[in-house]
């Protein structure tokens, strides 16, 4: 079974007397293990995806489905979805003032657990556990106690989503410009850490402008979206022609 | 007597667990107010003559006033005549001489609630299985309870008495320790001190009276809970903690009340005396019935509360956490006589549906290098109103004073409204006055990030709340701390789609 099977997905945005079109049509199917690159032009929809994928609020799907292994996605509220394996790196990851990044991911280890019928992790356990995973994205481990992303460069909030990406071990990561205003180590950290997630069990949706981020984390597949619709798919060999022509050609 | 049954009501508003009424034969003044009801109360309660002048006194004074109207809070005007203003549980006519005397529907009543009310087994070290202490409260909390306008037990009155410590109902006080009673009774709230103040003086019921010897540290926290079970009935209780030189108290405070369509009006006064080098710690949790999610009922809570920093290097610090109520009215003060003394105040206020708050605190700084800080956490859900008004005076005589006051507003949806009053009258110029304010919403990205990360939207909300409160938390008893922050989350169902 795929892991993720998106069939002629149509959904819009904003309020109901002003809804806008955005996804008009887009198919997607991604087996364990697999990589999957997408890239298009500003404005074509690919955060709406992840949005309408992850269940935030303000979209509607008008038409076609989505499913996650088994799970039809449209029948589950936003935090059951990230129950059932769902990630999101946001590319614009929020700050929450007042809530300390452990406390935060100490609720998000334990909802997780507890929809899948298992114990809490230990506290101590836990922190041991966290605190090695924020050294190995590089973050300090005394950005655990601060609020989340409260005061975070752009690059650590950035760092704080892979760090999330290694604790929670989802089914499926979609990463949505996580590359985008890293500097060069930076970018490897994250690379790096995308890479030590993969499985054979898992799948990547990764979301980017930059064929550079490919380098590090090969895709099995690159596909353009644009205007709503995946337009063209090939291999990552697709990503170096994009950074040569544009996407003039395609369009 | 009201023949609703408890599951009725506790289905028909599962949010608010403490809204059920018990079925209890009472004593209950019929409604209306005039001398003869003072009269009646004073006589009741078996009061030396003084007293009864002093209520008298204060009710005269109190025809003579107006209601206050500046307060940022709207409802329909009261009628004082239609409210009962004695109300007492039948088998208590006598007063209970010990815990096994009280009534046992009383006691279930507490043990609902999580009031420990079982000291023997406590004190034994003995936990019986069918009583086992409420995990609310730890076992070492001395309380004593008012239902309705009666104290009803008092426990660990004996430990307590060792260490020389008084803990027990102000109308018993006033029989075993007249002179403390005469000479502090309106001492920092005199009885023509406000609208409602007054009408407390008049016909106050019950509250706790405490005195802690010089020198001495309670060796407990004491702790009163009050509960409201009569219908169309007023709970004007009052309390008085004196804290001699160099002692040291900590006092809870707690109340509920059951869920009715009608508003109740519940006005009481609060005195703290602290002398020379003593500390008194006061703090509330108010979980008084809000009313439904129209705005249809709950409790008007309209109370003074004042503290006397009497004594050089004195120190009184509120904290409340008020969850309650469908108006709260009220201003926790301290008044700084004394040099060097220090005054506190911690609050968190939350107002979801219809709820009204306007509180805040005075702080009047009078002795030389004295402090204050004032911290202030708004959070207004729902189509509540929620409003900060405080005061921080600095007299002439206030060499060195010092304010820090920080006031945040957490606003959640787009209905609600928050509002901040903050007045300074200086009138010396080595003062430092600090003021810091902010205004913040839970957005909804940030329920989102909290979602995409599998938390639901209530425990998102929860987790917001109190990282928000956790400054007026930290001051809280440990036990408090954790009460506080359940029943922040539970004030708040539906706060959120
Ligand atoms: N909440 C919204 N209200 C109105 N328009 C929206 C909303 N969200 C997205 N859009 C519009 O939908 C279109 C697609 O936006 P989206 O964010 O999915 O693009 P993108 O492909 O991720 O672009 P970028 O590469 O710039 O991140 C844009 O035109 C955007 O303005
Ligand atoms: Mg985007």
């Not at chain 2, 076992?139 to 037990?153: E, G, K, P």
């Not at chain 2, 987790?463 to 809280?476: D, Q, S, T, Y």
Request: aromatic fraction near 8%; proline fraction near 5%.
């Amino acid at each position: 079974m795929s892991l993720l099977q998106v069939t002629n997905l149509h959904a819009t945005v904003g309020a109901q007397d002003e809804q806008k079109a955005i996804l008009k049509g887009l198919n997607l199917t991604v087996n364990p293990g697999e990589v999957h690159a997408i890239m298009g032009p500003n404005g074509s929809g690919k955060s709406t995806l992840a949005n309408v994928l992850s269940g935030r609020p303000g979209y509607t799907v008008t038409e076609g489905s989505m499913h996650l292994a088994d799970a039809d996605l449209a029948e589950l509220e936003p935090h059951e979805r990230a129950q059932i394996g769902l990630f999101l790196a946001f590319q614009y990851p929020v700050e929450i003032p007042g809530v300390s990044n452990m406390e935060f991911l100490k609720a998000s280890v334990d909802s997780l657990a507890r929809a899948r019928g298992e114990d809490q992790t230990n506290t101590a356990t836990f922190i041991k556990h966290i605190r090695q995973l924020a050294t190995s994205v590089d973050l300090d481990p005394q950005f655990l106690k601060r609020g989340v992303n409260e005061g975070f460069s752009g690059g650590e909030k950035k760092r704080n989503e892979i760090m999330q990406l290694l604790l929670l071990e989802p089914k499926l990561a979609i990463l949505d410009e996580t590359d985008s205003g890293l500097d060069i180590d930076a970018l490897q950290v994250v690379a790096e850490g995308v890479n030590r997630y993969k499985s054979e069990n898992n799948g990547v949706v990764l979301i980017t402008h930059y064929q550079r981020l490919l380098d590090y984390i090969v895709p099995d597949f690159v596909h353009v979206l644009a205007d709503g619709k995946i337009i063209q798919s090939g291999d990552k060999s697709l990503a170096l022609e994009l950074e040569d022509k544009g996407y003039a050609w395609l369009t | 007597m009201s023949q609703t049954s408890v599951d009725d009501l506790v289905e028909a508003r599962s949010e608010y667990s403490a809204g059920f009424v018990t079925d209890i034969e009472s004593d209950t003044l019929p409604p209306g107010l005039d001398e003869h009801t003072v009269r009646f109360i004073s006589a009741r309660k078996g009061e030396p003559q003084w007293l009864t002048d002093w209520r008298l006194k204060a009710f005269a004074h109190w025809k003579t006033m107006p209601e206050p109207t500046w307060a940022h809070v709207h409802y329909p005007p009261i009628d004082f005549q239609e409210i009962s203003y004695y109300s007492a549980p039948k088998s208590q006519a006598d007063g209970p001489q010990s815990l096994d005397e009280v009534d046992p529907e009383l006691l279930r009543t507490y043990e609902k609630l999580g009031i420990p009310l079982h000291e023997q087994a406590v004190l034994a070290g003995v936990v019986n299985a069918n009583m086992p202490p409420a995990p609310s409260m730890g076992s070492n909390v001395a309380v004593d309870v008012v239902f309705d306008s009666v104290s009803i037990a008092t426990t660990f009155k004996e430990k307590l008495a060792e260490a020389g410590v008084i803990f027990c109902p102000i109308s018993e006080a006033v029989h075993s320790h007249p002179e403390l009673i005469q000479k502090y009774l309106g001492s920092v709230i005199p009885q023509k001190d406000n609208f409602y103040a007054a009408l407390n003086s008049a016909v106050f019921s019950d509250g706790s009276f405490v005195y802690i010897p010089k020198g001495v540290r309670c060796p407990m926290e004491l702790s009163t809970y009050f509960r409201i079970n009569e219908r169309n009935t007023g709970q004007f209780e009052r309390t008085l903690i004196i804290a001699d030189a160099g002692s040291h108290v900590s006092y809870l405070e707690g109340c509920t009340a059951p869920m009715r369509d009608e508003n109740q009006l519940h006005a009481a006064v609060v005195e703290l005396v602290a002398l020379e080098d003593a500390e008194i710690k006061y703090s509330t949790v108010q979980n008084w019935y809000p009313g439904d999610e129209n705005g249809k009922g709950g409790i008007y809570n309209f109370v003074t509360k004042r503290g006397l920093c009497g004594g050089a290097r004195s120190k009184i610090s509120w904290t409340q956490v008020e969850t309650g109520s469908a108006i709260t009215w009220k201003y926790p003060s301290v008044v700084l006589r004394g040099d060097d003394s220090v005054g506190e105040f911690y609050s968190v206020a939350l107002t979801n549906n219809r709820q009204q708050a306007d509180t805040g605190t005075k702080m009047i700084h009078m002795g030389k290098n004295t402090k204050s800080t004032i911290v202030s956490k708004g959070i207004s859900a729902g189509r509540s109103e929620n409003c900060y008004r405080g005061l921080v005076r600095i007299s002439p005589t206030a060499e060195n004073a010092r304010n820090f006051t920080q006031c945040d507003s957490l606003l959640i949806g787009g209905e609600c409204g928050a509002h901040t009053f903050p007045y300074i009258e200086n009138k010396n110029n080595s003062a430092i006055i600090e003021h810091e304010a902010s205004t913040s919403k839970v957005s909804d990205d940030q329920l989102f990030a909290c979602q995409q990360r599998g938390i639901d939207s209530e425990k998102a909300v929860g987790m917001i709340v109190n990282g928000f409160c956790k400054e007026v938390f930290r001051e809280l008893p440990m036990e408090f701390a954790v009460e506080a922050g359940k029943l922040l989350e539970v004030s708040l169902e539906g706060a959120v789609g």
